[in-house]
């Protein structure tokens, strides 16, 4: 969409909603496709009209001029309005026609002059009648505010996000250029038009609106626009919510390089990554979140777009969209969740040298579940439990682990990309509350050299698209017949990620020091293998939870952890497990031993084997990967292959752990 000056509007054409302001006077102009133009200088509202659907732009002139002629262009076509204007606009009146797009049928009502009530109920009932728009717009507006914003609870906080993401109508299915299916958008994946490119997308005027109103009602003053990049760390900027409405919409300017830095922060010379081009940090607001941690800020999760609305090829988010639309062509949606631990400590340096790099020093030496641990995290826990719930995490479980100072808090599963986002959020949720507390928390696999090392096991099961491919069907992974409780997709399921398992983990366990964990016999997995409960295999069946034996089967990803960009490491796990539904791959027969115990001719008959010991073994494997390359694609893979291999080679030239578990615990 372009204004009268030939800028460019709003990333994607996706514009502010309509409101109520003096007008000036109002010109229509009616087309024979069944467009209807309506300009009103220097403010023009524009209607474009399909058959299934009304989409409703607002387009506000740059310029101060009372006469000057209004350039729309939407969907390739270009309407110029009338430059007529002044205060004798005779009344128009359209009758009924097969071609209006409101969905009831109903003609449009009468138009005068801007001044007149009809007009402004017409504005009204456009903005609230079944013609309103091509996206179903389901209420996003919070409950009214609260005293705290650790006080609301997790049901008003999902409320607030929306229980799905501005999904668009479920009779359509895209025409452009991406081919998404219905299912896939019904699955979870809105699709929008941007710049002639069809992409997957939740922005609506009314969740621009929703997201509006938190900031207002809860006095948000800047709202980070956050993503993860390929060295797994958590980066974004934020708006001041004063713009925030225009920055929602355009993105932030961002460049390019950043997806070609490290978690060093050191940048890998990466064709298409340097010092020229940008690209733009568009937020999902759906996604939209009040950091209780963070009194004055909200959140939400981001996509790296080009600055034509286009989605670029290296966004870690749009990988994973892309996995969930492909899933949902093959009749599925993914019901997922991330499971992490992390420790939580003090952040002390070494009196006597300061060379020394600094420790990260545990707040408790208690036992695996014991009470003395819950005791000694007490005021963390429940703190850290309202700051997850103030954003519509479920808790569901939390207990003090195995090693000194480490904790498990799990969160309610949640589709595939709700799941991904929700990561990020805990993450960044674990570390700022432990930073109010005068502590330190750490994600990385391995923060402490002597200590056991914190994993963030992959859960997963696929649910079957409805006939109208809606979501909420069988549990496609559950047959009780099974003497597992698995079906045969489940098993076959397993075959692709136990094909793919060796480039999978330099994705799913992204660090160096993720192989610090990843060692027989430390409950981390190091084999490719599955079994049933078997906590020693890479991949576990969990037994169904007594009284819901259809829905609970789900697999465990063992080799997994935070180091990892959760998008590109769900992404390739769906990938891969279609893979093998697709090719019906036979995953052999479970392992229900611990695979260390078993003989090299035990493992090598059961194709059994080691999984790589390090980042570099698995970059070699993902590498040789051809159908995970090929999806990621030549940027995107090259980048990230260049990022972790500088990440391998810089902490190769350390033989000091304590150095490598210090540059992972600040920054994880």
């Not at 939400?300 to 949902?328: H, N």
């Not at 960044?428 to 402490?448: C, D, N």
């Not at 409780?485 to 983990?505: D, K």
């Amino acid at each position: 969409m372009t204004s009268i000056t030939g800028v460019p509007g709003p990333a994607g054409g996706v514009l502010p909603r309509l409101r109520p302001r003096t007008m000036c006077p109002l010109t229509i102009t009616d087309t024979p496709s069944g467009t209807i133009s309506r300009s009103r200088p220097p403010n023009t509202v524009a209607y474009t009209c399909i058959r299934a659907a009304c989409s409703i732009a607002w387009v506000k002139s740059t310029s101060t001029s009372p006469n000057i002629a209004v350039t729309v262009r939407f969907s390739g076509t270009t309407q110029r309005p009338s430059r007529r204007a002044g205060p004798k606009i005779p009344v128009i009146t359209r009758p009924p026609s097969s071609r209006t797009g409101c969905a009831d049928g109903t003609a449009r009502s009468t138009v005068s002059s801007a001044s007149s009530p009809s007009v402004r109920a017409e504005k009204a009932r456009w903005t609230r009648s079944a013609c309103s728009s091509a996206v179903s717009r389901p209420s996003l507006i919070a409950s009214p505010s609260i005293a705290t914003t650790r006080s609301r609870s997790a049901s008003d906080a999902r409320k607030s996000r929306g229980d799905d993401r501005g999904l668009m109508d479920p009779n359509l299915s895209c025409a452009g250029r991406c081919g998404m299916p219905a299912s896939a958008v019904r699955a979870g994946v809105g699709c929008t038009g941007r710049a002639g490119t069809c992409y997957p997308w939740g922005m609506t005027d009314g969740a621009i609106e929703s997201v509006l109103d938190r900031t207002s009602q809860d006095e948000i003053r800047l709202v980070r626009f956050l993503y993860a990049d390929h060295g797994g760390i958590v980066r974004g900027k934020a708006a001041g919510t004063t713009r925030l409405r225009e920055r929602m919409a355009s993105g932030i300017g961002h460049t390019v390089a950043m997806m070609a830095m490290s978690m060093l922060d050191q940048l890998q010379p990466v064709a298409g990554m340097g010092p020229v081009g940008e690209v733009r940090i568009v937020p999902d607001p759906d996604t939209f979140v009040v950091l209780p941690y963070a009194p004055g800020a909200g959140a939400m999760l981001a996509d790296l777009v080009k600055p034509g609305g286009s989605p670029w090829e290296a966004c870690p988010r749009t990988f994973l969209k892309q996995a969930i639309a492909e899933l949902a062509r093959a009749g599925y949606a993914m019901q997922a969740a991330f499971e992490p631990e992390f420790t939580v400590g003090h952040r002390e340096s070494s009196p006597t040298t300061p060379a020394i790099p600094d420790r990260l020093v545990p707040i408790d030496d208690s036992l695996c579940y014991s009470a003395t641990g819950f005791h000694q995290g007490h005021d963390f826990a429940m703190e850290l439990v309202g700051a997850m719930e103030a954003q519509g995490l479920e808790v569901e479980h939390y207990y003090p682990e195995l090693g000194h100072g480490q904790h498990e808090l799990s969160v309610r599963h949640a589709s595939a990309l709700r799941a991904a986002d929700n990561h990020v959020l805990y993450r960044e949720t674990v570390r700022g509350v432990a930073f109010r507390h005068g502590l330190w928390a750490s994600l990385a696999p391995k923060p402490i050299p002597d200590q056991p090392g914190n994993g963030t096991h992959l859960h997963a099961s696929l649910t079957e698209l409805a006939a109208d491919g809606t979501p909420g069907g069988r549990n496609a992974f559950a047959d009780p017949a099974d003497r597992n409780g698995l079906s045969r997709v489940g098993y076959h399921f397993i075959g692709g990620l136990l094909a793919h398992l060796p480039a999978l983990v330099a994705l799913t366990c992204g660090s160096v020091n993720s192989y610090r964990r990843l060692a027989p016999q430390m409950w981390a997995s190091a084999y490719t293998c599955y079994g049933m409960d078997n906590r020693e295999a890479a991949i576990r069946i969990c037994s169904p939870l007594r009284g819901d034996p259809g829905s609970s089967v789900n697999l465990e990803l063992k080799p997994s952890d935070s180091s990892a960009n959760p998008y590109l490491a769900l992404g390739a796990f769906i990938y891969a497990g279609l893979d093998g539904i697709r090719g019906k791959l036979d995953p052999g027969e479970a392992v229900n031993v611990d695979p260390a115990t078993l003989s090299d001719a035990e493992r090598a008959a059961g194709n059994t084997h080691r999984l790589p010991a390090s980042l570099n073994a698995a970059l070699q494997a993902l590498a040789a990967d051809e159908m995970i390359m090929s999806l990621l694609g030549p940027l995107r893979s090259t980048a990230y292959l260049a990022v972790k291999r500088s990440e391998a080679a810089h902490f190769a030239t350390s033989t000091d752990p304590y150095y490598e578990c210090f540059q992972h615990f600040t920054k994880i």
